[in-house]
């Protein structure tokens, strides 16, 4: 069974992960990325949390004028976060079947010109090696990039270990 953290907790999982982890990335350095992508911490919030108390928090949250949430298919709210450099986050649970938690965590950052070409395959291969050393033994990482539209879009997948 896995632990229930505080209401106040599971109310504002996505703002945790999104303004304490990715916010410092889009504004700091490229080079400490993988320290700032992902974290452990915002992880286990978000996998304790079953589809309604994840889809009550997007829906509590409170929209700003840059932040949007919508369902997927499966009726998991998907939260969108855009920020003024016109960088977009993505952030959902994905919870197979009856799973009562989410199987796993899908992250998307997705960063327009000029911003994504700080974003070259090395810097992408020291990401994501970052990444995976970040959030091991507790959690495992994949990574995947596309080029998309002049920018560069970076997917993570988060699971339990």
């Known amino acids: 069974?896995?632990?229930?953290?505080?209401?106040?907790?599971?109310i504002r999982p996505?703002?945790?992960l999104i303004l304490s982890t990715l916010g410092?990335?889009?504004i700091?350095?490229?080079?400490?990325?993988?320290?700032?992508?992902?974290?452990k911490n915002?992880?286990?919030?978000?996998?304790?949390?079953?589809?309604s108390e994840w889809n009550d928090s997007i829906r509590k949250g409170g929209a700003t004028q840059t932040e949007t949430a919508d369902l997927n298919a499966q009726g998991v709210a998907r939260m969108k976060l855009q920020y003024d450099n016109g960088a977009l986050l993505y952030v959902v649970p994905e919870f197979d079947g009856s799973d009562i938690y989410?199987?796993?965590?899908?992250?998307?950052?997705?960063?327009p010109t000029p911003m994504s070409l700080m974003f070259d395959?090395?810097?992408?291969?020291?990401?994501?090696g970052q990444a995976k050393a970040e959030m091991l033994p507790e959690y495992e990482v994949s990574m995947d990039h596309e080029s998309v539209?002049?920018?560069?879009?970076?997917?993570?997948?988060?699971?339990?270990?």
């Open 24 to 26: 410092a990335f889009l």
């Open 42 to 51: 915002h992880a286990a919030t978000i996998f304790t949390m079953n589809k």
């Open 1 to 10: 069974m896995k632990k229930k953290f505080s209401l106040p907790l599971q």
């Open 149 to 161: 539209g002049g920018g560069v879009a970076l997917f993570f997948i988060i699971a339990e270990n």
């Open 28 to 39: 700091g350095s490229v080079c400490g990325a993988a320290d700032t992508i992902l974290s």
């Open 121 to 128: 395959q090395a810097k992408i291969d020291e990401i994501k």
């Open 102 to 111: 989410p199987s796993r965590i899908n992250v998307t950052l997705a960063m």
């Open 14 to 16: 996505y703002r945790l």
